[in-house]
């Protein structure tokens, strides 16, 4: 085993095993360790063996290349400094009169992600696809139903949530216009979407991607 290095996954292996309808007991059976370690796996999107990151790409049916790299441990620390930020929200009665979104971050890599969100409605393109752009909602909405879900209202405060996510792990947050234009503005844009490109996910509809596989370093800010 090499020293100081883990092996990250792209993909969120919580969900993964939750999607496969398995235990953290029946997980760590198949792989042979104990189930607090598997814990620390899903909590870490990591794990410290190779052997551990195939049986794992093995048990999810994912491909081992594709979903799996290298990373030196101590840079994974220095960024887990930011990651008690990710906990932090604000209390609703004080964040500003202003619209906002809530959107779905998966950092593919340190720098790349996929951005998920609803879409709402704008026309018909053709036959098979049709223009969306991204729902907004209120100050009201977000202190009514999003009580519980970190914000980031400032650039500054994107910079930090973004750079203490875990690669893989897959995010809600609600984002302030303001921040959008800032650090997101091709997610503001209108796009076009194959119909059979609507997804469900979290009891929301219509669910689709927003500058998918765009490199953004790392969200420097205009």
Not at 128 to 145: C, D, G, P, Q, T
Not at 181 to 205: A, H, N, P
């Amino acid at each position: 085993m090499r020293q100081g290095i883990r092996y990250q996954c792209r993909r969120d292996l919580r969900r993964m095993r939750e999607f496969f309808e398995m235990t953290r007991e029946e997980v760590a059976e198949k792989v042979g360790y104990e189930v607090r370690t598997i814990v620390r796996i899903e909590e870490e999107n990591a794990t410290t063996t190779e052997e551990t990151a195939i049986k794992l790409a093995e048990l999810y049916e994912l491909d081992y290349v594709d979903n799996f790299f290298i990373v030196e441990k101590r840079l994974l620390d220095v960024l887990r400094k930011n990651k008690k930020q990710l906990m932090v929200v604000r209390d609703r009665q004080d964040i500003m009169d202003t619209r906002y979104y809530c959107l779905y971050i998966r950092k593919t890599n340190f720098f790349q992600d996929c951005v998920l969100g609803k879409g709402i409605w704008v026309r018909e393109y053709n036959r098979n696809k049709e223009v969306r752009k991204l729902l907004s909602f209120s100050r009201e909405n977000i202190i009514e139903h999003f009580s519980s879900v970190p914000i980031c209202i400032t650039s500054e405060e994107w910079e930090v949530w973004y750079m203490g996510a875990t690669v893989g792990k897959l995010y809600k947050i609600i984002v302030s216009e303001e921040c959008m234009k800032s650090c997101l503005s091709e997610c503001l844009k209108e796009t076009i979407v194959r119909k059979d490109e609507l997804y469900w996910l979290d009891g929301f509809t219509d669910i689709m991607f927003w500058g998918c596989k765009q490199n953004r370093i790392p969200r420097k800010c205009k």
